[in-house]
């Protein structure tokens, strides 16, 4: 089926409007359902995309209501018995998940994938930030609005090269054929999923098993699962100080992180981050040997990382003085939390460091409250919020008080209601604040800003 027409279920979301502006992009009719009206979403439908916020069959436009020329898109954070989703199987449909639909495009181009539990979402955008300061190019779909461009979606029709984000959630993506990827972590997550440790591993085995041959795969150093590349893939290493991608002389000092590329597609001395927090070199290195892998050249490499300014919520700064720094940061993992902190202790030597934590699921919370208590006592405060539920119903005994009760005795510690948020920074005179986490606590950044902007002035 060649189709005319895409509709989208839950079309609002990060991974799914990327898709949206794709098939925009090629002239299709384009509508769908969201649950709720967003900024993106209003975005989307000033580029042309018909969507509405009531899961009603009657709402769908008659463009996308016959079989042979509406192609249906769907995420899986959809409930099962959701009503247009109902109405599109019992009138025979065809219905693809976005992963199966991303997986198309890697058949059809060259796809440079980053897989892994964290950093995901910063190294795909740093991949596609230097292909496209580069004299290659690329298409781009991403988790996460870029700073540089202010979209998740890039689009370049002469380029063979599509850059996207593999998502391990629902076992997406074993549904790509990459022609090179990079692994960056397979720390344990989404066991509401999988179940155990060994099956998040053995899910990350078969991705590595799908790369095309005559593709390369990237891990970095020291992960726990085995790898199992096809015949014909060529499979190297990186990680900050080892591997066949790596850096040296790292420099660090005055709010700048600088550092020499070593890789055996050439080095490149004097790179210097864009966005300064070390954990940047990781996806630093790793970026910039897939783009290297596209064809990159040193000094474009050189200047394009320079020229990276991030993403949003992916250590996002607000307000940055010898006063006050603000900044969120998507961190909803115990171990991409403790990385966070870590980063900001070493860019922010001797400075007080607080954290506003909401954590993510019910499920993610009753699996890891230990290792989340753990991470955030690395912080000098902690601020700890209900549970932000997504797609999950409430769990008997698991709150944020199983977090809270096992943070160190010797942090600050506080469990508040988000709604008592602004008046806490109001109230105090915060050094470093981080607001850490992947819910709706985002929503507050903006009054945040107002308010510690106010007390400089």
């Not at 009657?58 to 509406?70: F, N, Q, S, V, Y």
């Amino acid at each position: 089926m060649k189709p005319t027409a895409i509709y989208f279920i839950g079309a609002g979301g990060i991974g799914m409007s990327a898709l949206v502006r794709y098939f925009l992009s090629h002239g299709l009719t384009v509508a769908g359902y969201d649950r709720t009206e967003t900024p993106l979403t209003r975005e989307l439908a000033h580029e042309g995309a018909r969507i509405h916020y009531e899961d009603n069959p009657a709402l769908i436009p008659e463009a996308c209501r016959t079989k042979d020329t509406t192609l249906v898109v769907y995420t899986p954070a959809i409930p099962a018995d959701h009503s247009e989703k109902a109405w599109f199987i019992n009138h025979g449909f065809t219905l693809l998940k976005r992963a199966e639909v991303l997986g198309r495009l890697t058949r059809e181009m060259k796809g440079l994938c980053v897989a892994g539990t964290h950093g995901k979402t910063t190294t795909s955008a740093m991949v596609a930030h230097l292909l496209h300061e580069s004299h290659i190019g690329c298409n781009a779909f991403l988790g996460g609005i870029t700073k540089n461009y202010g979209t998740n979606y890039l689009l370049d029709k002469a380029s063979p090269y599509v850059v996207i984000e593999a998502d391990e959630f629902d076992r997406s993506f074993h549904h790509l054929r990459p022609y090179a990827t990079v692994v960056t972590s397979t720390d344990a997550d989404h066991l509401d999923i999988y179940g155990t440790e060994q099956a998040y591993l053995e899910s990350f085995s078969h991705y590595t098993s799908l790369v095309q041959p005559g593709g390369t795969l990237i891990l970095h150093t020291g992960l726990k699962m085995q790898a199992a590349p096809q015949i014909g893939v060529t499979t190297l290493t990186y990680s900050r100080t080892q591997g066949d991608f790596h850096a040296e002389r790292i420099r660090i000092g005055e709010g700048r992180i600088r550092f020499d590329y070593k890789s055996p597609l050439g080095n490149v001395d004097d790179v210097e981050l864009g966005v300064p927090v070390s954990i940047n070199i990781d996806n630093g290195i790793a970026a910039m040997a897939l783009a290297q892998i596209a064809g990159a050249t040193p000094e474009e490499l050189r200047h394009a990382m320079a020229s990276f300014s991030g993403v949003d919520r992916r250590f996002d700064f607000k307000i940055r003085n010898e006063q006050h720094v603000l900044l969120s940061d998507y961190a909803h993992h115990p171990q991409e939390i403790a990385a966070s902190i870590r980063s900001l202790k070493e860019v922010f030597n001797n400075r007080r460091i607080t954290g506003i934590f909401q954590p993510h699921l019910y499920t993610r919370t009753r699996d890891f409250y230990q290792d989340f208590a753990q991470s955030l006592s690395l912080l000098d405060e902690v601020i700890l919020t209900e549970i932000y539920p997504a797609r999950e119903r409430p769990i008997n005994g698991v709150t944020s008080a199983l977090i809270y009760d096992r943070i160190k005795p010797d942090v600050k510690k506080r469990l508040v209601s988000k709604a008592e948020l602004p008046e806490i920074v109001k109230a105090e005179d915060f050094d470093v604040l981080v607001v850490l986490g992947a819910g709706d606590v985002e929503d507050y950044m903006p009054r945040f800003t107002e308010i510690i902007n106010a007390k400089k002035a």
